[in-house]
């Protein structure tokens, strides 16, 4: 009887865990509905998020809000914000803007606020691809040197390019450029990203790299100096959620 009761527990486990592990699902039919890196803006109530990915809002159909909680515990409070001014049977015309503010220790950090507003349009090809390109202001509040006080403005504008092909309907490869230029300093590296994108019905699982000025800050250390450093290329691994 105990080892028919073990068979038992055991077969129920097995179902239990069939059950909730992520079966495949048709995620996406068409390019539209993919709104990260596009000028989509989510449906109202609709939610978004990842592990590090911003978690990003839908406030009304035409208007999405984002921020980082990354960012946020860090000390850099952030908020993004998407406006749908008009949309096409094959293309997307909206505004983009967004800030940061640093909080930072000087010592720890050279920005200390960042705000970025444009248009952004994208345009659909045979409902598998989509093209979204973008420019505005991009105007940063600099430090003059790590560990002061003293802060300076770097006005520029800045420039985007996202590309998305929907392989099938369970798989994404997405394309993303950015640079930006300076008045003061002219162009900074550019940032350049790659990923493919896999779905479950739960969740999705990115994968990826990317390439550009990446700027890295170390855990202090006995002293309680913390140092920048520069990665030429940085992993882009996250999980993404939608509800």
């Known amino acids: 009887m105990p080892r028919a009761r073990a068979r038992l527990l055991g077969l129920c486990l097995a179902c239990g865990l069939v059950a909730m592990a992520p079966r495949p699902a048709a995620a996406w039919d068409r390019v539209q509905q993919i709104v990260r890196g596009t000028a989509e803006t989510l449906e109202k109530g609709q939610l978004q998020m990842g592990i590090f990915a911003p978690i990003t809002y839908g406030v009304t159909d035409a208007l999405t809000v984002a921020s980082h909680p990354i960012f946020d515990l860090l000390l850099l409070p952030n908020l993004d914000a998407r406006y749908r001014l008009v949309q096409g049977e094959r293309w997307v015309l909206g505004l983009y ?66 590309a998305t092909w929907l392989i099938g309907r369970r798989h994404l490869l997405l394309l993303n450029g950015y640079v930006r230029y300076s008045f003061a300093d002219g162009i900074d590296q550019p940032v350049l990203t790659g990923a493919l994108v896999r779905a479950w019905e739960q969740f999705q699982l990115v994968g990826g790299v990317s390439l550009g000025n990446h700027l890295i800050h170390t855990l202090p250390d006995n002293s309680g100096v913390t140092r920048a450093q520069n990665w030429p290329v940085m992993p882009y691994i996250d999980l993404w959620f939608d509800f």
């Open 97 to 162: 803007g967004g800030f940061e503010q640093g909080f930072l220790p000087a010592e720890t950090s050279t920005v200390a606020g960042a705000i970025e507003f444009g248009f952004h349009a994208t345009v659909y090809l045979m409902d598998r691809i989509s093209i979204t390109a973008g420019t505005g202001w991009a105007g940063r509040i600099d430090r003059v040197e790590p560990g002061s006080a003293t802060t300076q403005q770097d006005p520029g504008v800045s420039a985007h390019l996202n």
